[in-house]
């Protein structure tokens, strides 16, 4: 099994015998199942072709760990877009950014979201898939965090300052209209998949389609970025939340 600088095991499979273990009854073998699962969904990602790294290969900041909470019974995922302020462009550097970023702005013990995907479809490491991420407003139990690293807001989403001057660049040919790469979506799609096989997913959806989102919530994933979901929705057949 392979190790993570960033958490230190406190349980592992034990086996010993004894020389008169036919008499005797079966002990039971402990092992930590939640870290096997995490490394089950690592080599489960690898053998569909696609490259995952982990967090510590991505330079991750040191998280709060003693204050992260325990969380495992995901039912819902969330899909999530970098923001306005980013583009396709190197995934460590943005990971770093963000995680500092969210550390400093919300007080958050570590990387929100547990994963995220850059636009050439490969699969990173966020927050640990052990603790209960920070990634939406009041609704983090049971919700595993998926981050897309790029902009996937139309110009004119958030009717604010940042969307208008977007919207001015946007009519004189200068930006861009924002998608969802076609490696991107597909490693999407089969990372969803394989979240599937070892959690009770019944639930898809956007950011802002969870309850009671606020500020940044109310643009992420973006149009774009929704447009992605709900099709992805549909395939898989899971609900909205």
């Known amino acids: ?124 490491e966020g927050r640990d898939i052990r603790f209960k991420g920070e990634h939406v407003h009041n609704y983090n139990t049971g919700v595993i965090g998926i981050v897309l690293l790029e902009n996937l ?9 940042v969307s208008a001057v977007r919207k001015f660049f946007s009519a004189m040919g200068a930006n861009e209209q924002p998608a969802v790469p076609t490696a991107q979506s597909e490693s999407a799609t089969k990372f969803i998949a394989i979240l599937r096989e070892f959690f009770a997913i019944t639930t898809l959806g956007g950011h802002r389609e969870f309850p009671g989102q606020t500020r940044e919530g109310k643009i992420c994933p973006g149009n774009v970025g929704l447009s992605f979901v709900k099709k992805a929705r549909a395939a898989s057949g899971l609900a909205a939340p």
């Open 1 to 124: 099994m392979g190790t993570d600088a960033h958490y230190t095991p406190t349980q592992w499979a034990t086996a010993f015998t004894e020389s008169d273990y036919i008499c005797k009854p079966f002990k039971l073998v402990t092992v930590n199942d939640r870290a096997a699962t995490r490394e089950a969904i690592i080599t489960r990602v690898r053998q569909q072709g696609m490259e995952f790294v982990e967090r510590s290969s991505w330079a991750a900041h040191k998280n709060r760990s003693e204050k992260m909470k325990d969380d495992w019974n995901y039912t819902k995922i969330a899909i999530h877009h970098a923001g306005r302020s980013f583009s396709c462009g190197p995934a460590a550097l943005q990971l770093q950014e963000i995680q500092g970023e969210q550390m400093q702005r919300i007080s958050a013990d570590d990387i929100g979201y547990h994963y995220a995907l850059d636009c050439f479809g490969n699969v990173f």
């Open 153 to 161: 807001a139309e110009p004119e989403e958030g009717g604010d300052t």
